[in-house]
């Protein structure tokens, strides 16, 4: 079993940053690959961003590609999320997910087993 608890969300301005987190524990280790996604009232869960634990390969969705940045910490055991330029349409719940395996991070939801409770983001006009 592994336990994700995401953090950092909150509300923020057009256009300002936010740095969400999700702790990892249990058992993990380098054969996860990590994601986070995102959902908006009334709208399907999205893919955001992946990565994989042990190639740090990462993986970004059309709607925030140079905006935001995931990265893996491997001695806390968290996979930061860095959002930058936000826009309206990034409200949502956002969530973080991972997958048991060694493949690439899956951009569709049903293929992740584990999921933290997630944390709302807000983004203002």
């Known amino acids: 079993q592994v336990q994700l608890v995401e953090s950092g969300g909150g509300l923020v301005q057009d256009g300002g940053s936010l740095r969400l987190s999700c702790a990892a524990s249990?058992?993990?280790?380098?054969?996860?690959?990590m994601g986070w996604f995102r959902q908006a009232p009334g709208k399907e869960r999205e893919f955001v961003s992946g990565?994989?634990?042990?190639?740090?390969?990462?993986y970004y969705a059309d709607s925030v590609k140079g905006r935001f940045t995931i990265s893996r910490d491997s001695a806390k055991n968290t996979v930061p999320l860095q959002m930058n330029s936000l826009k309206p349409e990034d409200t949502a719940v956002y969530y973080c997910?991972?997958?048991?395996?060694?493949?690439?991070?899956?951009?569709?939801?049903?293929?992740?087993?584990?999921w933290g409770q997630g944390t709302q983001v807000t983004v203002s006009s």
């Open positions: 997910a991972a997958k048991y395996g060694l493949g690439d991070a899956p951009t569709r939801w049903e293929e992740y087993d584990y």
């Open positions: 249990g058992r993990t280790g380098s054969s996860y690959a």
């Open positions: 990565i994989t634990w042990s190639s740090g390969r990462r």
